[in-house]
């Protein structure tokens, strides 16, 4: 007898700035609405094994999304794309989950994700705190400059490379095989996409100056980070922590910059009491 996912998948349009995108997404269980953000130059493959937590199911509606340009989300019909340069900007970046809550009429979504992810938490907790129940940002700073470069998007640097740096960046004491479908999701992603990320991550986010103006009475802002992440490091991610009363931080002993995909055994353990908390609040219900 065959045997199945719990996860289901389908499109939705989402018309961002005048432009019709078509959007790709998984989801499973019923209840609390969850938003699942991927990494730079990744998809949203990196949360299959939250949308199979039977446990989490129960009690939240995990919702894993492709941005425009990005996995099955393939890049718009009406522009010519071809014909700029991919670039991923703070404005468009927090236009994507607000038009999914609008889309698939989601009542205050909690949102989670990873780097680019876990930077937009702190973004959307600052500008949209009224739209969401709460935040969690993984692998989140104020800021990370320094990454948006030219060797990211080069005719000489395959993604092989890029891949290879993403293994880099995960605990050595992740399981091998998560490691490598970590790294392999990366080999796969669209040459110039990693790049234009990184111009969010390292460029257009920064909190350095407003992080203390984000009011956790709205919605509470929980950030983790994996002690092995020396991109968005532990203790970059407590300097945002210490600036926003309230937020609560955690340092994720085993763990990288990829906490969901690398293994996944070990985030549960971390993950599971913040939504415990979350969903016995009732907050927005």
Do not use: C
């Amino acid at each position: 007898m065959a045997r199945f996912d719990s996860a289901a998948g389908r499109y939705v349009y989402l018309e961002i700035d005048g432009v019709e995108y078509r959007v790709y997404f998984e989801e499973a269980g019923t209840g609390i609405p969850m938003l699942l953000q991927h990494t730079a130059g990744a998809d949203g493959r990196q949360w299959r094994h939250l949308l199979e937590d039977e446990e989490i199911g129960r009690r939240f509606r995990m919702v894993a999304y492709d941005l425009p340009y990005h996995g099955k989300s393939v890049p718009p019909v009406g522009v010519e794309w071809w014909k700029q340069e991919y670039r991923l900007t703070k404005d468009f970046l927090m236009k994507v989950p607000l038009s999914l809550v609008e889309a698939l009429e989601l009542d205050r979504p909690v949102y989670m994700g990873s780097s680019i992810g876990g930077h937009l938490a702190a973004d959307l907790a600052l500008h949209h705190a009224a739209r969401f129940r709460a935040f969690i940002g993984l692998e989140a700073s104020m800021s990370t400059p320094g990454g948006f470069s030219d060797i990211w998007y080069h005719p000489r640097i395959s993604n092989d490379f890029k891949a290879s740096v993403m293994y880099g960046l995960m605990s050595p004491t992740s399981p091998e095989a998560s490691r490598r479908e970590t790294a392999w999701v990366y080999s796969q992603g669209a040459p110039p996409t990693f790049k234009g990320d990184l111009y969010y991550y390292s460029v257009d986010h920064d909190l350095t100056a407003t992080a203390g103006q984000i009011d956790t009475s709205k919605a509470p802002l929980y950030l983790l980070t994996g002690e092995y992440d020396w991109s968005s490091t532990p203790e970059a991610s407590e300097d945002l922590a210490r600036a926003v009363a309230g937020a609560r931080y955690r340092v994720m002993k085993g763990l990288g910059h990829f906490p969901m995909s690398e293994d996944p055994e070990r985030f549960r353990a971390y993950i599971l009491p913040v939504l415990e908390e979350i969903a016995a609040s009732g907050k927005g219900e």
